[in-house]
């Protein structure tokens, strides 16, 4: 079993940044892929960011030269960075590690883009 646990949602202006983090219970990046979701009311979860074991990044097209996914192998940790944010952004985005048949979720975390 994995636990995910996000945090750094928040609410931030048009414009602002935010940075998303993954604390994943255990050292899980040499195998699992690693993606951020978000899920917009009255949408459906989308696939934002992923960042495979061998670290190559991709991104949704509407989010790419905005937003940066990285991890951190020595704190079993997993980023999102969030520049130039859009209220178009505001969702839940959730954290998830996937291998095989495996397949983990965090709680999602909440984020407002709003003036």
């Known amino acids: 079993q994995v636990q995910l646990v996000e945090s750094g949602g928040g609410l931030v202006q048009p414009g602002g940044s935010l940075r998303l983090s993954c604390a994943a219970s255990r050292n899980i990046f040499r195998s699992y892929i690693m993606d951020w979701y978000r899920q917009a009311p009255g949408k459906q979860r989308e696939l934002v960011a992923q960042?495979?074991?061998?670290?190559?990044?991709n991104y949704e097209n509407s989010v790419k030269g905005r937003f940066t996914i990285s991890r951190d192998n020595a704190k079993n940790t997993v980023y999102l960075q969030m520049n130039n944010l859009k209220p178009e952004d505001t969702a839940v985005y959730y954290c998830?590690?996937?291998?095989?048949?495996?397949?983990?979720w965090g709680q999602g975390t909440q984020v407002t883009v709003s003036s």
């Open positions: 960042i495979t074991s061998g670290g190559t990044t």
């Open positions: 998830n590690a996937h291998y095989g048949t495996d397949n983990y």
